[in-house]
Nanobody
Framework: QVQLVESGGGLVQPGGSLRLSCAASGISFSVYDMGWYRQAFGKQRELVAAISSFHYTNYVDSVKGRFTISRDNAKNTVYLQMNSLKPEDTAVYYC?????????WGQGTPVTVSS
């Protein structure tokens, strides 16, 4: 059974930081491309950051220079370090694992950026 369990979300003030974690089980983690999506209220889900099995990374323009995605294959975990957070970063953040036709999602962790 595949499980992706996100943690680390919460309430933070503008300019603050959070680190999201996603622990995977039931998959050969190291060969999967991993990603973080987010969905704000009333908006479509968007890809925030992705890291391939070869550790290539890409980011949506709005988070470049502020967010960093990384992975630890020994711990089967992918991270999203979020710095200089803005109110527009408020959303539910989802972890994904993808390999060819296989695509798995976590349950999401909410992030609220507000003073």
């Amino acid at each position: 059974q595949v499980q992706l369990v996100e943690s680390g979300g919460g309430l933070v003030q503008p300019g603050g930081s959070l680190r999201l974690s996603c622990a995977a089980s039931g998959i050969s983690f190291s060969v999967y491309d991993m990603g973080w999506y987010r969905q704000a209220f009333g908006k479509q889900r968007e890809l925030v950051a992705a890291i391939s099995s070869f550790h290539y990374t890409n980011y949506v323009d709005s988070v470049k220079g502020r967010f960093t995605i990384s992975r630890d294959n020994a711990k089967n975990t992918v991270y999203l370090q979020m710095n200089s957070l803005k109110p527009e970063d408020t959303a539910v953040y989802y972890c994904t694992a993808r390999l060819t036709i296989h695509n798995y999602w976590g349950q999401g962790t909410p992030v609220t950026v507000s003073s």
